[in-house]
Every structure is written in C-alpha cells, then in structure tokens.
C-alpha cells in the first residue's frame, strides 16, 4: 500500500531519505506537467521542477497537515512560475520570441481544440501569448482538470476572479485561433 502524502511528510521531517524520494516521485509528473504547459521550454520546465521540489522540501515545516498537499504543491509551482517571469532571464528570452497561433476548425470549442493532438503545439503556442494569469488559469482547468474552487485555492484568487480570468483567456483564444484561420485562408484565396 502506498502512503499518504501526511505519512511520507511524516516520516520526511524524521529524516528519511526514502519517504522523500517516493513523495516527490510521486507528484513529480504533475508538476512538471503543469510547468511545461505554462512555460512551453521542456528543459526549462525540467530545472524549474528541480527548483519547486527544492523548495518543498525545505518548505515542509510550513505545510499543515490538511490532506491537500497537491493543492500546497501547485501553489509553491504557480508562484515559482510567476517568479521565473518577472525575471530577467525570461524577459530576455521573451523578446526573442515570436508566436503565429494557428487552428482548424473555427466551429469547435475550446475544450475540443485543447484535447486534439494534431492541433496541441497550435494550442500551446497561443495559450503562451495569453497573459499569464489567464495562461495559469486554462492551464489548471484544462490541462490539470481542477475545479474552479481548486484553481482559486491554489492561485490564492476568488471564485469569480478564477471564473473570469478562464472566459477572458478562453475568449481570447478563440479569437486569435479564429483569427489564425482567416489568415490563411486570405493567403490561399
């Protein structure tokens, strides 16, 4: 039987190395999962994982036990996310950086065109011209399927901040893969 996130707490804060191992192989995909869908560099995504379970780990102290550890863990990703992107190092790579968003089908909704694979790296692209609290937003609701109240815990937002940064970000997507299309087509025709 595999134990709780309370009990390898547990047994991480008495010292032990194993427990510390299975926790963070435990939630380690989720994380950088998280971190990869919001930053788009997959190296990037890998050292900036390192750095979340860095700080958890030394962190631990200030966890309560409250069986929402994934939730805790999130939060500690979403703020080193938003830390990495009020650095410098990212405002030097962003300037570099130029994104074309492009979708098929302009009849399809949001949810369609997140869970197409043929058109993710479109999708990817145009969810990182999103502002980054939109961007954080779709990302937890549509990659991590976390409810609105989840998101507001862990973005530490309000419901009805958390519900209209997902319609802005969401119309916004629709707007500029719509957008993309008529593009080309304007192109072929």
């Known amino acids: 039987m595999i134990p709780t996130d309370e009990e390898l ?50 962190g631990l102290d200030q966890y309560k036990n409250d069986g929402k550890f ?3 863990l999130l939060r500690i990703a979403v703020n080193h996310c938003r830390d990495y992107f009020r650095s410098g190092a990212f405002k030097q790579s962003n300037m570099q950086d130029e994104l074309h968003p492009t979708i098929p089908d302009q009849n399809e909704n949001v949810w369609d065109m ?13 969810i990182k011209t999103l502002p980054l609290i939109q961007r954080e937003a779709i990302v937890l609701k549509y990659y991590h399927e976390l409810k609105i109240k989840e998101i507001a815990e862990v973005t530490e937002a309000k419901e009805a901040t958390v519900k209209s940064r997902l319609k802005q970000g969401v119309d916004k997507l629709k707007a500029m893969l719509k957008g993309g299309n008529k593009d080309e087509k304007r192109r072929e025709g």
């Open 9 to 58: 707490i547990s047994e991480i804060k008495s010292g032990s190395q194993a427990a510390m191992e299975v926790l963070v192989k435990k939630h380690y995909k989720t994380v950088f999962a998280y971190i990869y869908r919001k930053i788009g560099d997959y190296h990037l995504a890998y050292d900036l994982t390192q750095d979340v379970f860095v700080k958890v780990i030394k």
């Open 114 to 126: 997140l869970s197409k694979k043929e058109d993710s790296e479109n999708i990817k692209e145009a």
């Open 70 to 72: 994934a939730h805790w």
